[in-house]
């Protein structure tokens, strides 16, 4: 993977701000990146709109560092939130991107032009499918999901109060890439995500079983997992719904064992997702029960009795916390 990593942001990221050393840094290349059109306007206007754009946006990064803290440190791999931690770079790289169009155009944005934005903003994920063909979906969509749904959340904050209901969003960040999806669901009626404690596999690290990743695969992840066998959408449909969730990984050897227990706001929505899994996985095991279903996928086949045993126990042991 990295790579395949490092080919993608050489060629995308044209700046960066780096929170561990409180460093900025810009590409060169990339503030020739706009062509002749835009070298001929700045010089007429005696104004480097790249190089404005780039160091507006990288430099919000540090106030919000400075306000607020930004992630430093990797997350734990058997205690990973990987979805909240992508809902919350969702909006930094939002309002990063919405204030460097606000600094370049030197006052408050309308409508009109946060509409215009977003049409830009929306073009991302195509024009990245396209330059990297080769690239997984796991990999372009969570990046171009951060600008593209991010700046859509912010001027969602932007539009209802100003840079002060963007600055109440960064002091009470969204929790899931579900709130980013849809904003509705955090500025209106805030969807807290269910809280699923996986239980139920002590007898699988008895058994020699080695837990190495423990992880929250959310709305975002669900629709890219899906997308891969169906249409795009039905993975959105099946996704939306997603309540909350919880995936817990164990190796012994070359074998894997996955252990994803779902929670699903109506038994429908369970329904739609638990239908959707054997074209997406037909490996594995899937069980629904009312607005959860657990996914189990082992060295065995789906109906073996180890991986019963194993939903037997994870069914009596997990516990699933839903907001009051």
Same mark, same amino acid.
């Given at each position: 993977?990295?790579?395949?990593?490092?080919?993608?942001?050489?060629?995308?990221?044209?700046?960066?701000?780096?929170?561990?050393?409180?460093?900025?840094?810009?590409?060169?290349?990339?503030?020739?990146?706009?062509?002749?059109?835009?070298?001929? *306007?700045?010089?007429?206007?005696?104004?480097?709109?790249?190089?404005?754009?780039?160091?507006?946006?990288?430099?919000?990064? @540090?106030?919000?560092?400075?306000?607020?803290?930004?992630?430093?440190?990797?997350?734990?791999?058997?205690?990973?939130?990987?979805?909240?931690?992508?809902?919350?770079? +969702?909006?930094?790289?939002?309002?990063?991107?919405?204030?460097?169009?606000?600094?370049?155009?030197?006052?408050?944005?309308?409508?009109?032009?946060?509409? +215009?934005?977003?049409?830009?903003?929306?073009?991302?994920?195509?024009?990245? #499918?396209?330059?990297?063909?080769?690239?997984? =979906? #796991?990999?372009?969509?969570?990046?171009?999901?951060?600008?593209?749904?991010?700046?859509?959340?912010?001027? /969602?904050?932007?539009?209802?109060?100003? %840079?002060? +209901?963007?600055?109440? #969003?960064?002091?009470?960040?969204?929790?899931?890439?579900?709130?980013?999806?849809?904003?509705?669901?955090?500025?209106?009626?805030?969807?807290?995500?269910? =809280?699923?404690?996986?239980?139920?596999? $002590?007898?699988?690290? #008895? $058994?020699? %079983?080695?837990? *190495?990743?423990?992880?929250?695969?959310?709305?975002?992840?669900?629709?890219?997992? *899906?997308?891969?066998?169906?249409?795009?959408?039905?993975?959105?449909?099946?996704?939306?719904?997603?309540?909350?969730?919880?995936?817990?990984?164990?190796?012994?050897?070359?074998?894997?064992?996955?252990?994803?227990?779902?929670? %699903?706001?109506?038994?429908? =929505?369970?329904?739609?997702?638990?239908?959707?899994?054997? *074209?997406? /996985?037909?490996?594995?095991?899937?069980?629904?029960? $009312?607005?959860?279903?657990?996914?189990?996928?082992?060295?065995?086949?789906? @109906?073996?009795?180890?991986? @019963?045993?194993?939903?037997?126990?994870? %069914?009596?042991?997990?516990?699933?916390?839903?907001?009051?």
């Amino acid at each position: 993977m990295r790579p395949t990593y490092e080919r993608l942001f050489e060629s995308q990221i044209a700046a960066f701000y780096d929170p561990r050393a409180k460093d900025l840094g810009i590409s060169t290349e990339a503030l020739h990146a706009g062509g002749a059109l835009i070298g001929f *306007v700045s010089t007429i206007t005696n104004r480097d709109f790249v190089g404005e754009l780039l160091v507006s946006h990288e430099l919000t990064h @540090a106030l919000q560092d400075q306000h607020w803290g930004l992630p430093t440190a990797p997350e734990p791999m058997l205690d990973s939130h990987g979805d909240r931690v992508l809902a919350r770079r +969702a909006l930094l790289e939002g309002d990063a991107t919405l204030t460097s169009f606000a600094y370049t155009r030197g006052g408050a944005l309308d409508a009109g032009t946060v509409d +215009a934005i977003l049409g830009q903003m929306r073009t991302l994920p195509g024009e990245l #499918a396209k330059q990297y063909p080769d690239v997984p =979906d #796991a990999i372009r969509t969570p990046l171009v999901f951060q600008y593209d749904a991010g700046t859509a959340f912010t001027a /969602r904050a932007y539009l209802r109060g100003g %840079w002060p +209901a963007v600055d109440a #969003a960064e002091a009470d960040p969204p929790a899931s890439s579900e709130q980013v999806l849809h904003p509705e669901r955090y500025f209106d009626a805030r969807d807290v995500p269910v =809280d699923v404690a996986i239980g139920g596999t $002590d007898r699988l690290e #008895a $058994d020699g %079983w080695r837990p *190495v990743l423990e992880d929250t695969i959310g709305e975002l992840g669900i629709r890219i997992l *899906v997308g891969g066998e169906l249409s795009p959408a039905t993975a959105v449909r099946v996704a939306d719904g997603w309540g909350g969730d919880r995936l817990r990984a164990f190796t012994k050897g070359d074998a894997l064992v996955l252990v994803w227990m779902t929670a %699903w706001d109506r038994a429908e =929505d369970a329904t739609d997702f638990a239908g959707a899994m054997p *074209v997406v /996985r037909p490996d594995a095991r899937i069980d629904q029960r $009312d607005d959860r279903v657990l996914v189990l996928l082992g060295p065995e086949s789906p @109906a073996s009795p180890m991986l @019963a045993a194993l939903a037997s126990r994870v %069914w009596q042991h997990t516990q699933v916390r839903r907001p009051s």
